[in-house]
Protein backbone atom coordinates (compact mmCIF):
# COMPACT_ATOMS: atom_id res chain seq x y z
CA UNK A 1 0.00 0.00 0.00
CA UNK A 2 1.99 3.23 -0.96
CA UNK A 3 1.68 5.41 1.60
CA UNK A 4 1.99 9.20 1.17
CA UNK A 5 3.85 10.57 4.66
CA UNK A 6 4.30 14.15 6.01
CA UNK A 7 5.68 14.17 9.51
CA UNK A 8 5.20 17.58 11.05
CA UNK A 9 4.19 19.53 7.69
CA UNK A 10 4.45 22.70 7.29
CA UNK A 11 1.26 23.10 6.99
CA UNK A 12 -1.97 20.80 7.59
CA UNK A 13 -5.36 22.11 6.99
CA UNK A 14 -9.24 21.07 5.98
CA UNK A 15 -10.53 23.63 3.20
CA UNK A 16 -13.07 23.66 0.51
CA UNK A 17 -13.38 25.26 -3.35
CA UNK A 18 -16.70 26.53 -4.32
CA UNK A 19 -19.84 28.19 -3.93
CA UNK A 20 -22.12 27.59 -1.07
CA UNK A 21 -24.38 24.39 -2.02
CA UNK A 22 -21.77 22.96 -4.46
CA UNK A 23 -18.61 22.93 -2.63
CA UNK A 24 -15.61 20.47 -3.20
CA UNK A 25 -13.67 19.58 0.28
CA UNK A 26 -9.99 18.75 0.90
CA UNK A 27 -7.25 17.63 3.11
CA UNK A 28 -4.31 19.56 2.45
CA UNK A 29 -0.66 18.84 3.52
CA UNK A 30 2.57 20.94 2.43
CA UNK A 31 6.14 20.63 3.54
CA UNK A 32 8.03 22.71 1.52
CA UNK A 33 7.25 22.88 -2.17
CA UNK A 34 5.70 19.40 -1.95
CA UNK A 35 1.90 19.41 -1.62
CA UNK A 36 -0.77 16.93 -1.50
CA UNK A 37 -4.73 17.41 -1.91
CA UNK A 38 -6.97 14.64 -1.40
CA UNK A 39 -10.69 14.91 -1.76
CA UNK A 40 -13.60 14.05 0.78
CA UNK A 41 -17.30 14.39 1.81
CA UNK A 42 -18.56 17.20 4.19
CA UNK A 43 -19.62 15.25 6.48
CA UNK A 44 -15.92 13.41 6.97
CA UNK A 45 -14.59 16.82 8.04
CA UNK A 46 -17.13 17.31 10.41
CA UNK A 47 -16.27 14.28 11.66
CA UNK A 48 -12.14 14.22 11.33
CA UNK A 49 -12.26 17.53 13.34
CA UNK A 50 -15.14 15.81 15.73
CA UNK A 51 -13.13 13.22 16.63
CA UNK A 52 -9.86 15.07 16.89
CA UNK A 53 -11.55 17.04 19.85
CA UNK A 54 -12.83 13.87 21.26
CA UNK A 55 -9.23 12.21 21.33
CA UNK A 56 -7.42 15.00 22.59
CA UNK A 57 -9.38 16.01 25.07
CA UNK A 58 -8.96 12.13 26.14
CA UNK A 59 -5.41 12.94 25.65
CA UNK A 60 -5.65 15.81 27.73
CA UNK A 61 -7.69 13.82 30.97
CA UNK A 62 -5.09 11.26 31.15
CA UNK A 63 -1.93 12.78 30.90
CA UNK A 64 -3.15 15.83 33.01
CA UNK A 65 -2.02 19.09 30.82
CA UNK A 66 0.38 17.02 28.41
CA UNK A 67 -1.71 18.83 25.43
CA UNK A 68 -3.50 22.21 24.79
CA UNK A 69 -7.15 22.54 25.87
CA UNK A 70 -7.46 25.35 23.10
CA UNK A 71 -5.95 25.75 19.84
CA UNK A 72 -2.95 28.17 20.13
CA UNK A 73 -3.67 31.48 18.77
CA UNK A 74 -0.06 31.26 16.10
CA UNK A 75 -1.34 27.76 14.74
CA UNK A 76 -4.53 29.24 13.89
CA UNK A 77 -4.65 29.07 9.53
CA UNK A 78 -7.37 30.55 7.88
CA UNK A 79 -5.75 31.32 4.56
CA UNK A 80 -6.96 29.67 1.12
CA UNK A 81 -5.73 25.99 0.27
CA UNK A 82 -2.57 26.30 -1.99
CA UNK A 83 -3.24 26.50 -5.53
CA UNK A 84 -3.80 24.21 -7.90
CA UNK A 85 -5.76 22.23 -6.26
CA UNK A 86 -5.22 18.89 -7.76
CA UNK A 87 -6.76 15.71 -6.18
CA UNK A 88 -4.22 12.80 -6.03
CA UNK A 89 -7.40 10.99 -5.28
CA UNK A 90 -10.78 10.52 -3.11
CA UNK A 91 -10.58 9.96 1.06
CA UNK A 92 -12.44 6.33 1.98
CA UNK A 93 -11.44 5.69 5.46
CA UNK A 94 -9.91 7.65 8.31
CA UNK A 95 -8.28 6.67 10.96
CA UNK A 96 -6.77 8.67 14.22
CA UNK A 97 -4.54 7.79 16.78
CA UNK A 98 -2.16 9.35 19.48
CA UNK A 99 1.48 8.69 19.71
CA UNK A 100 2.72 8.67 23.04
CA UNK A 101 6.35 8.51 22.76
CA UNK A 102 6.17 11.60 20.52
CA UNK A 103 3.55 13.08 21.32
CA UNK A 104 1.79 13.66 17.74
CA UNK A 105 -1.51 12.89 16.60
CA UNK A 106 -1.75 10.56 13.16
CA UNK A 107 -4.35 11.48 10.83
CA UNK A 108 -4.53 8.85 8.08
CA UNK A 109 -6.37 9.08 5.24
CA UNK A 110 -7.07 6.06 2.90
CA UNK A 111 -8.18 5.90 -0.67
CA UNK A 112 -11.28 4.80 -1.29
CA UNK A 113 -11.91 1.69 -2.98
CA UNK A 114 -13.96 0.36 -6.06
CA UNK A 115 -16.37 -1.56 -3.30
CA UNK A 116 -16.93 1.47 -1.13
CA UNK A 117 -17.70 3.13 -4.80
CA UNK A 118 -19.99 0.95 -5.44
CA UNK A 119 -20.98 -0.06 -2.22
CA UNK A 120 -20.70 -3.40 -3.17
CA UNK A 121 -19.51 -5.63 0.55
CA UNK A 122 -18.23 -8.25 -1.64
CA UNK A 123 -15.21 -7.62 -3.86
CA UNK A 124 -15.65 -9.72 -7.29
CA UNK A 125 -13.20 -12.79 -7.74
CA UNK A 126 -10.17 -11.85 -10.02
CA UNK A 127 -10.90 -8.19 -9.08
CA UNK A 128 -7.07 -7.25 -9.41
CA UNK A 129 -7.49 -3.75 -7.93
CA UNK A 130 -4.62 -1.72 -8.05
CA UNK A 131 -3.15 -0.89 -4.20
CA UNK A 132 -4.85 1.95 -2.36
CA UNK A 133 -2.76 5.34 -1.36
CA UNK A 134 -3.00 6.43 2.08
CA UNK A 135 -2.26 9.91 2.80
CA UNK A 136 -0.23 10.08 6.43
CA UNK A 137 0.39 13.06 8.73
CA UNK A 138 1.59 13.53 11.95
CA UNK A 139 1.67 16.77 13.92
CA UNK A 140 1.22 18.18 17.33
CA UNK A 141 -1.47 18.68 19.57
CA UNK A 142 -1.58 22.16 19.23
CA UNK A 143 -1.87 22.01 15.29
CA UNK A 144 -4.13 19.53 15.53
CA UNK A 145 -6.89 21.37 17.99
CA UNK A 146 -6.01 24.68 15.46
CA UNK A 147 -6.87 21.62 12.45
CA UNK A 148 -9.88 20.75 13.64
CA UNK A 149 -10.88 24.24 14.81
CA UNK A 150 -10.31 25.38 11.58
CA UNK A 151 -12.09 22.25 10.10
CA UNK A 152 -15.07 23.07 11.70
CA UNK A 153 -15.50 26.70 10.01
CA UNK A 154 -14.66 25.86 6.73
CA UNK A 155 -17.94 23.40 7.23
CA UNK A 156 -20.47 25.86 8.98
CA UNK A 157 -19.53 28.43 6.07
CA UNK A 158 -21.99 26.74 3.88
CA UNK A 159 -25.74 27.36 3.45
CA UNK A 160 -27.16 27.38 6.70
CA UNK A 161 -29.28 24.06 8.12
CA UNK A 162 -32.82 24.42 8.29
CA UNK A 163 -34.40 25.06 12.32
CA UNK A 164 -36.46 21.95 11.65
CA UNK A 165 -34.48 19.06 9.81
CA UNK A 166 -30.80 20.62 9.95
CA UNK A 167 -30.98 19.94 6.30
CA UNK A 168 -28.68 22.87 4.08
CA UNK A 169 -31.14 25.44 2.88
CA UNK A 170 -30.88 27.06 -0.46
CA UNK A 171 -32.05 30.52 -0.95
CA UNK A 172 -35.15 29.18 -2.51
CA UNK A 173 -35.87 27.21 0.64
CA UNK A 174 -35.81 23.29 0.10
CA UNK A 175 -38.68 20.47 0.52
CA UNK A 176 -38.39 19.75 4.08
CA UNK A 177 -38.84 16.18 5.77
CA UNK A 178 -40.74 17.72 8.54
CA UNK A 179 -43.40 19.57 6.75
CA UNK A 180 -44.40 16.82 4.69
CA UNK A 181 -42.86 17.50 1.66
CA UNK A 182 -43.67 21.16 1.71
CA UNK A 183 -41.08 24.10 0.67
CA UNK A 184 -39.71 25.26 3.69
Not at 44 to 56: G, I, K
Amino acid sequence: MPVISYDMPDRFVAGAVGQPGDRAFYLQARDGRRVTSVGLEKFQVTMLAERLEELLDEVLRRSGGAVPAVAPAELQDDGPLDQPVEEEFRVGTMALAWDPEDERVIIEAQEVTADEEAESPIPEPGDDEPPMVVLRVRITAGRARAFAERALKVVSAGRPPCPLCGLPLNAAGHVCPRQNGHLG
